[in-house]
């Protein structure tokens, strides 16, 4: 079992930033990724940047240039660095671990609103 708590999110300017980061615990070994993911109301949950072990990273295009994962304490803590938000980058922001057995598991999300 792995038990994900998100914190960071908020109201920020377009244009602006913030770091969204995730608590991992519990059966963190066995994690093969860790993930943020994103939905809005009416549209389908939307992977963001996912860390493997082994360090390779994957982006949506979308955010592509603008956004940073990191796992700076291994699975314990996984952190998304987003610079330049946009307004289209509102949504709720959701922690996910995927474990070799490919179970998921998601924290609660976080709101990340984006003025114009």
């Known amino acids: 079992q792995v038990q994900l708590v998100e914190s960071g999110g908020g109201l920020v300017e377009a244009g602006g930033s913030l770091e969204l980061s995730c608590a991992a615990s519990?059966?963190?070994?066995?994690?093969?990724?860790m993930a943020w993911y994103r939905q809005v109301p009416g549209k389908q949950r939307e992977l963001v940047a996912s860390?493997?072990?082994?360090?390779?990273?994957t982006y949506a295009d979308s955010v592509k240039g603008r956004f940073t994962i990191s796992t700076p304490f291994s699975n314990t803590l996984v952190s998304v660095r987003m610079r330049g938000l946009k307004p289209t980058d509102t949504a709720t922001y959701y922690c996910?671990?995927?474990?070799?057995?490919?179970?998921?598991?998601w924290g609660r999300g976080t709101q990340v609103t984006v003025s114009s």
């Open positions: 996910n671990a995927l474990n070799y057995r490919g179970v998921d598991y």
């Open positions: 860390i493997t072990r082994v360090g390779t990273t």
């Open positions: 519990g059966s963190i070994w066995d994690t093969v990724a």
